[in-house]
């Protein structure tokens, strides 16, 4: 008797899987990094007051629903990290090769500093949004500094806590949404955006929240074309440290509590 072919599972190449995570990171760039610098015009005002608040929302929502989108498009062939916290943090917990994070992480930086190049030439367009592009360094994230612009009050240990806590927790959601059950699994794209979106809202008002170091990397590279805006590359390590730092202690912690082998 002649057995049932068994289904094929797709099996992807490392090429592939790097493409899948630089265009998925351009587009979360393009559309979040895009976000946070095209309102700096239209919804610019004083901390507190109605603008402010939209703009943080426009600028969480567009991150959350990009993060989403990229997820369910290239989740299947990369895992959908564009991100080198998620990424560290998977081959950390044993669900990745380490042989495939550096292929990971370039393709990430690559593709987000591509998405901020077309952000930055898209301002470039409008004389007053390309003023405040360049003096806020594409909406680079930051903390109180000599050589920080005005209106980056928080100390660095305070920034250094709020983007290992935030990016600990999202990474947190990552890990176990994707472990998930085959019924719950095709939920986890939603439960991610939605968490980073949230994890935006609360991390902006305080330093424009990184959460990713790429999403800082992007525009303090894009920055340096200029001149006046090289404080956005000098503050950078903050934000690539300390999100690496949160998705690894999400990686003990999703080892800490995986059920014991039947």
Same mark, same amino acid.
């Given at each position: 008797?002649?057995?049932?072919? *068994?289904?094929?599972?797709?099996? #992807? ?17 393009? /559309? ?14 004083? /901390? ?19 993060? @989403? ?20 943090? @998977?081959?950390?917990?044993? *669900? @990745? ?28 367009? #409008? ?32 920034? @250094? ?36 979106? /949230? ?6 008002? /305080? ?23 090289? #404080?956005?590359?000098?503050?950078? #390590? ?16 999703? *080892? ?7």
């Amino acid at each position: 008797m002649s057995e049932t072919p *068994r289904p094929s599972v797709p099996r #992807w190449s490392p090429g592939q899987k790097y493409l899948a995570e630089f265009l998925g990171t351009f587009g979360l760039l393009l /559309i979040g990094g895009g976000a946070a610098v095209f309102t700096l015009v239209a919804l610019e005002g004083a /901390i507190g007051t109605a603008n402010d608040l939209a703009r943080v929302l426009v600028v969480s929502t567009a991150l959350g629903l990009a993060l @989403m989108g990229g997820i369910y498009a290239f989740g299947e062939i990369s895992g959908g990290h564009f991100n080198p916290a998620v990424t560290l943090s @998977m081959a950390a917990s044993g *669900r @990745m090769a380490w042989r495939e994070v550096p292929g990971y992480l370039v393709a990430q930086a690559a593709g987000a500093i591509l998405g901020m190049l077309v952000v930055a030439g898209i301002a470039a367009g #409008w004389p007053a949004m390309w003023s405040a592009a360049q003096s806020s360094a594409l909406s680079s994230q930051c903390y109180s500094a000599s050589f920080a612009p005005a209106g980056c009050a928080t100390s660095w240990p305070s920034v @250094m806590l709020i983007e290992v806590a935030v990016t600990f927790v999202f990474v947190l959601i990552i890990q176990f949404s994707t472990r998930a059950s085959p019924s719950t699994r095709p939920l986890a794209p939603a439960a991610i955006g939605f968490a980073l979106l /949230i994890a935006n809202l609360v991390a902006i008002p /305080i330093d424009g929240a990184s959460i990713n170091p790429v999403r800082s990397l992007g525009p303090a590279v894009v920055a340096l074309l200029w001149s006046g805006a090289h #404080w956005a590359i000098v503050e950078v #390590w903050i934000f690539l440290l300390a999100p690496v730092l949160g998705g690894l202690l999400a990686a003990a912690v999703e *080892r800490a509590l995986r059920p014991a082998p039947e």
